[in-house]
C-alpha cells in the first residue's frame, strides 16, 4: 500500500535518487525505445502504425463484444452489424471533438485546413468517439432487436481495450508524452516529421533525438487494460443492473485520464489553468456517476412494471438471480389445477345429502335385471 501511495509521486519526479534509479535499473530496462518510421509503402500504398493499432483494436472490441452478447443469448454476428453503424460514426465524432478542442493547427495562423482529414496524422478525441459511436450503435441496435442497455454492457470492455491499443499508435507517430525525465522506464523521443510520418534525420541519416521524456500513452494504455479487467471481473461477480457496466466505464477511464492529463506537456488548450481534457474528464465522470443510478431505476422501474426482467450474470457466464436478487413476484387466478378435487381424481362430491341419496337410488335401480 506504502508504493501504491507514493506512485503519483513516483511517476512526476523528473529525477530519481541515486539509490532507488540503480535499483529499478536492476528490473527495468534503462529507456523504452520509440520507432523512426511509423508508416511503411507497400508499392503505392502506405501502412501506417498508428491506422493499424486503431483497427486491431476495433477487432477485438468487435470479438469481445460478440462474445459477450452471445453468452446474452443474441445472435452470431449480430456485434458486427451494430459496429458497421458505431464504428464510423465514432471515427467521425473522435475527429471532430479533436477539431472543436484543437482547431489552431488546421484553422488557426499558419493552419491547412487540408489537415482535418489527415487522421493518419493522429488527433482522435475519445469523448467524441464514445459520444458519436453511441449514436451509431443505438441506430445500429434499433435495426438489429437488441437493446442498447446490453450492447453497451458487452461493449464496455472491450472499448476499453481498444483504447489501450489506439494509444500504441501515439507511440509509432511519436508523440502523447510527458515532461523530461531520467526514470528507468523514460522514453525516447524523436524529432518528427509528421507529414512523412518518420523521425527527421541529421547529415549522417541518423534519427535525431528530442529527448527523454515521461512515456504517458504508455501510463494510459495500462490503466485502460486494467479498467478493462475490473469491468470483467464486475459482471462476473456483481448482480449489476442494465447499463451499469457501461456506466462503471464511463466513470472510471477520466480517473485516469485526469491524472495523465496532468502528465502530459504537449500543446493543449486550457480553461482556467487547466486543460480542456482535464474539465470534461470531470463533466463525464459526473455523467457516469448519473447513468449509474439512472440505471438502477430504470430496473427498478421496469420490474414494477412487470416488464421484463433485467438480465442477470448469467450473460457473462455465471448464474445468478434475476437482478433484484430474487424471481418476481407473480400473481394469478387460481385455475382447475389448483382445484384440491381435481387432485384427488377429478370427480366433485356433493355437497347436498338428498342429491347423494338420490344418486345412490338411481344406481341401484340401474344395477338391477331387466324381465
Known amino acids: 500500500m506504502t508504493a501504491l501511495a507514493a506512485l503519483p509521486t513516483l511517476l512526476t519526479m523528473p529525477t530519481l535518487p541515486t539509490g532507488i534509479?540503480?535499483?529499478?535499473?536492476?528490473?527495468?530496462?534503462?529507456?523504452?525505445?520509440?520507432?523512426?518510421?511509423?508508416?511503411?509503402?507497400?508499392?503505392?500504398?502506405?501502412?501506417?502504425?498508428?491506422?493499424?493499432?486503431?483497427?486491431?483494436?476495433?477487432?477485438?472490441?468487435v470479438w469481445?463484444?460478440?462474445?459477450r452478447l452471445a453468452a446474452r443469448g443474441h445472435r452470431a454476428g449480430v456485434a458486427i452489424d451494430i459496429s458497421a453503424w458505431a464504428v464510423p460514426f465514432g471515427i467521425l465524432g473522435g475527429r471532430l471533438y479533436h477539431l472543436i478542442t484543437t482547431p489552431q493547427p488546421y484553422f488557426g495562423e499558419g493552419g491547412n485546413p487540408w489537415r482535418a482529414f489527415a487522421i493518419y496524422e493522429g488527433g482522435l478525441?475519445?469523448?467524441?468517439?464514445?459520444?458519436?459511436?453511441?449514436?451509431?450503435?443505438?441506430?445500429?441496435?434499433?435495426?438489429?432487436?437488441?437493446?442498447?442497455?446490453?450492447?453497451?454492457?458487452?461493449a464496455a470492455p472491450g472499448i476499453a481495450i481498444a483504447q489501450a491499443m489506439g494509444r500504441f499508435g501515439n507511440w509509432f507517430n511519436n508523440e502523447i508524452y510527458g515532461s523530461p525525465t531520467d526514470l528507468p522506464w523514460k522514453l525516447k523521443i524523436y524529432e518528427w516529421d509528421s507529414g512523412a510520418g518518420r523521425a527527421v534525420v541529421?547529415?549522417?541519416?541518423?534519427?535525431?533525438?528530442?529527448?527523454?521524456?515521461?512515456?504517458?500513452?504508455?501510463?494510459?494504455?495500462?490503466?485502460?487494460?486494467?479498467?478493462?479487467?475490473?469491468?470483467?471481473?464486475l459482471g462476473?461477480?456483481?448482480?449489476?443492473?442494465?447499463?451499469?457496466?457501461?456506466a462503471a466505464y464511463v466513470m472510471g477511464y477520466p480517473v485516469g485520464?485526469?491524472?495523465?492529463?496532468?502528465?502530459?506537456?504537449?500543446?493543449?488548450?486550457?480553461?482556467?489553468?487547466?486543460?480542456v481534457n482535464t474539465w470534461v474528464s470531470l463533466l463525464v465522470f459526473a455523467l457516469?456517476?448519473?447513468?449509474?443510478?439512472?440505471?438502477?431505476?430504470?430496473?427498478?422501474?421496469?420490474?414494477?412494471?412487470?416488464?421484463?426482467?433485467?438480465?442477470?450474470?448469467?450473460?457473462?457466464?455465471?448464474?445468478?438471480?434475476?437482478?433484484?436478487?430474487?424471481?418476481?413476484?407473480?400473481?394469478?387466478?387460481?385455475?382447475?389445477s389448483d382445484d384440491p378435487a381435481d387432485r384427488d381424481g377429478g370427480?366433485?362430491?356433493?355437497?347436498?345429502?338428498?342429491?347423494?341419496?338420490?344418486?345412490?337410488?338411481?344406481?341401484?335401480?340401474s344395477e338391477r335385471p331387466r324381465s
Open 236 to 246: 462476473r461477480h456483481r448482480d449489476l443492473r442494465p447499463g451499469q457496466t457501461f
Open 202 to 233: 541529421d547529415a549522417a541519416g541518423n534519427p535525431v533525438v528530442k529527448g527523454y521524456f515521461q512515456p504517458t500513452f504508455l501510463y494510459e494504455a495500462l490503466w485502460c487494460l486494467v479498467l478493462a479487467a475490473v469491468l470483467l471481473w
Open 125 to 154: 478525441g475519445i469523448w467524441g468517439a464514445i459520444a458519436l459511436g453511441a449514436v451509431g450503435a443505438l441506430i445500429g441496435c434499433r435495426k438489429n432487436g437488441v437493446t442498447f442497455r446490453d450492447f453497451a454492457d458487452a
Open 347 to 365: 370427480v366433485d362430491e356433493p355437497a347436498d345429502p338428498s342429491v347423494e341419496r338420490s344418486l345412490d337410488a338411481a344406481v341401484e335401480r
Open 21 to 61: 534509479r540503480g535499483q529499478l535499473a536492476a528490473v527495468v530496462p534503462a529507456e523504452i525505445p520509440s520507432p523512426s518510421v511509423g508508416v511503411w509503402h507497400l508499392g503505392p500504398l502506405p501502412i501506417r502504425g498508428y491506422a493499424l493499432c486503431i483497427l486491431l483494436g476495433i477487432v477485438v472490441a
Open 64 to 67: 469481445l463484444t460478440q462474445r
Open 257 to 275: 485520464r485526469i491524472v495523465i492529463e496532468n502528465l502530459r506537456t504537449d500543446e493543449a488548450n486550457r480553461i482556467l489553468g487547466q486543460r
Open 288 to 336: 457516469g456517476v448519473w447513468l449509474w443510478f439512472r440505471c438502477a431505476r430504470l430496473a427498478r422501474r421496469e420490474a414494477d412494471a412487470g416488464g421484463p426482467a433485467p438480465a442477470a450474470d448469467t450473460r457473462d457466464g455465471v448464474d445468478a438471480g434475476p437482478a433484484d436478487g430474487g424471481d418476481p413476484i407473480r400473481t394469478a387466478e387460481p385455475d382447475a
